[in-house]
């Protein structure tokens, strides 16, 4: 059985390797002092597409990502993996989404691809640590949802066997397709670029992302799979209210600095009771509100 | 996030190199292959690009994947069940992340799966997993074996085998025995052809051969009965597919513990011929000898860098006497000369790469079409140079393999003899590099003819004529009294006109003869690229001068007569 897999994959800035400079006086991520990586977990993602592909012959894994023009590099990153395809959406409209908007974008992209089997994603970004777009993503969709994946074991007559992390253990589940799967990064790690797809793909570029006297324009004639899909709102079908800026309830107020002190830590129960003395602590303590 | 081939831009240099246009040009055929596969190139500097992204890939692999396992793989070590050798457990890891990356066959055709990529990559990308861990490097360098396949091998062979290596299967030359150690002409195991069976059967024993229990052998063994010399030996292929090899023991030895080092008994092991009978040392062996002892300078070159750098990170953390200790002139003095040492020996490597790949794409040349006669004459020309170069380059770069392992644990001090660092490792892992594939005292035997004959004086005399650095012309002056002492102490050494005086200070002609090349290329070097070079080259040429006045006074004065005192007491 072929099937076809959407792996959702983000451009973050490298928060693993912070210095100084990393926050602006505002209190935003400064972009410009951080290199721009795959998020760790999509990769994970990533490896766990490429090896139902292995498993499956005659399937198809394409990366979706969103972002500004240079987030085509998530692309030939894929690519260079083993990816056939991808899709870069890329629009000022788009711009400034928070995980709503991020999702709405995404839900509407993977509609217009259409007859998707699998959506896999990572389980968080390192630059906003949500976790919410996958899960949005799959309510948008109306489909089945799997977080924490570790392993997808198997998938047969179109269920998928899936190993998850969860506290303390691991849960094993049965899923039928389609399905969103988000992975976590304890998951493993994404097989290394293949040299040859490196050597074929290196060139591939999406329109935006190419300088108007490009060396190799020649070459973009000749061999269709060096340029990339890329998709603006109207491409998908969006509707701009709901996209980047104008489609983000979420307003960052302000970002502070905070050292954490506190040496141990907590563990509360599923009760009512726990839960509503989490949030009045919080609430006290001026944490959340 | 580390890269072993980007963190270190010297290695890149040589990328750079004006004859690297040459070897494209002659490699690609001009680009002829570029309608017929998405990787190949369409013009030099998508070439090179190529060869940076490989390196890339290979660096990152050696700097996340074999480095972080280079430990354990060294405590486990490889074992044997049932008559078969069992990798360490993270080698299979190392293994499976190179086949993921592609990075196998890499001088092979397209047409056989390769990426027909030149030595100078091949060796580059070797360093680099050498850096990580050079008892990985012996496996899956081997694959190079596969050059002395496709040159010899026939056309359904090549078909046959080629695109499995390129797939990652291992490879192993089986050539030493227990009699039969750097005098290969001694060689026993027996090949018998069997009109029954319709193919050669393979019966005896072989020692010490690296990845042993390998997919693909090269193997050479004793085809024409009655025989006792090197004439009786032919090259065989031996597919594991087939059975009738067993390993019988492992080796346990002093470092590289990851490579297995097994002793192999043939029992009628079906075999195919490689080649033409009769020819298996006096030709293909060689052949395979010389890409053997290039991927040693490249091992050699990449355990010199990881010893460097171990030590420059050591010393610069450590604080004794209120400082640390990089600031004391007795362990600068020794980080300084690791790090000549190690760019002057990767310079001859790399100029010895450039010298094979020009005459090995002519040779290639040659088998599709006629050559022209400035072709013919440049294919002699770098094969001459090619294996004027080679036992120079391979004894050069694994002594000071040797001497920057050592070096490593001195600035370590009482901390580099605890098993807990791994400079250790890398001292013991070095040890065998002045040894395998011709000790040190063969390359000499090799090289010597190169020194009574003139060539390497030729190549001085011709490297001088090149300009330098306005700042270096000091150095270059040094450089060329170094090249006339050398030169009388060549003479004096044919004057006393007695083979065995002559053999007995061949090792320090050929030492001379290393660091002043050593010095020379340093210096193009320098040239080329002050900021990378300029120091080292400063820090050699005054290194080579105290070898060249040494060894010289050593020559210069010494007398026949002497030669008693030295020679072995008979019991």
Redesign the interface.
Known sequence: MSLKIVVLAKQVPDTRNVGKDAMTPEGTVNRAALPAIFNPDDLNALEQALRLKDKHPGSTVGVLTMGPPRAGEIIREGLYRGADTGWLLTDRLFAGADTLATSYALATAIRKIGEVDLVIGGRQAIDGDTAQVGPQVAQKLGLNQVTYAEEILKIENRVATIRRHIDGGVETVEVPLPVLVTVNGSAAPCRPQNVRLVMKYKYATCPLERPADDPRADLYAERDYLTLNQWSVADVGGDPAQCGLAGSPTKVKSVQNIVFQAKESKTLTASDADIEGMIRELLDEKIIG | MANYYTDHPEIGFHLNHPLMRRIVELKERGFSEKEKY?????DYEDCI??YR??LE?AG??AAN?IAPNSESVDLEGPHLENGRMIYASKTFENLE?TR????WGLTMPRRYGG?NVPNVVFSMASEVVSAADSSFQNIWSLQSCCDTLYEFGSEEQRRRFIPRICAGETMSMDLTEPDAGSDLQSVMLKATWSEEEGCWLLNGVKRFITNGDSDIHLVLARSEEGTRDGRGLSMFIYDKRQGGVNVRHIEHKLGIHGSPTCELTYKNARAELCGERRLGLIKYVMALMNGARLGIGAQSSGLSQEAYNEAVRYAAERAQFGQTINHFPGVYDMLSRMKAKLDAGRSLLYQTARYVDIYKALEDIQRERKLEPEERAEMKKYTRLADAFTPLSKGMTSEYANQNAYDAISVHGGSGFIMEYKCQRLFRDARIFSIYEGTTQLQVVAAVRYITNGTYLSIMREMLEEPVLGELEPLKERVASMVDTYEKSVAAVKEAGDQEVQDFLARRLYDMTGEIMMSLLILADATAAPDLFLRSAKVYVRMAEETVAGKSAYIFSFDKEELPSFRAVEE
């Open positions: 998405a990787e190949a190139p369409v690009e190529n992204r490989l890939i990152d692999i994947v992340a993921k990356a592609g990075l990426l």
